[in-house]
């Protein structure tokens, strides 16, 4: 009886690894998990590095851009693994108070912006490459968040 609990315990924190890694699982697995390994708390693995990163929590909307002059000024970097954790931590390195992520792979950082216009959040439509449940803008179209009330 003692071999099957630890066989079982380790395909259950075995799966639960990969669940969370892809993000998508049945909501009772960690739980399942949890009961067998003790170390998962909210469907996380305690200590994790994504569930110590948080993503950006005050979204201000959607904003146009143009190519002649930069609603947010230059691109503080481009990155082909850009997330909302990435360019907050730039922009808050810059001490700027807003962050703008375009076209997938490039961040922007702030104190103004908006001088073209608030447009539809469907022109914003480029998953971060990162991390895909985050939106990264799209072609000459910033996702703007307050760096101040990011986690």
Do not use: W
């Amino acid at each position: 009886m003692l071999v099957n609990q630890r066989l079982l315990t380790a395909l259950f924190f075995i799966l639960s690894l990969v669940c969370l890694e892809i993000q998508a699982c049945p909501p009772i697995l960690p739980v399942i998990a949890g009961a067998f390994t003790g170390i998962f708390a909210a469907g996380r693995a305690v200590g994790s590095k994504r569930s110590q990163e948080r993503p950006a929590t005050k979204f201000k909307g959607c904003y146009a851009d143009s190519v002649n002059a930069r609603d947010m000024g230059k691109a503080s970097f481009h990155s082909e693994s850009l997330t909302h954790v990435l360019c907050r931590d730039a922009c808050k390195k810059a001490n700027m108070k807003h962050m703008g992520l375009q076209n997938g792979t490039e961040c922007y950082c702030a104190n103004k912006y908006g001088k073209y216009g608030q447009i539809s959040t469907l022109k914003c439509d480029k998953n971060c490459p990162g991390n895909e449940k985050e939106t990264c803008g799209g072609y000459m179209a910033n996702t703007v968040y307050d760096v101040a009330t990011l986690a």
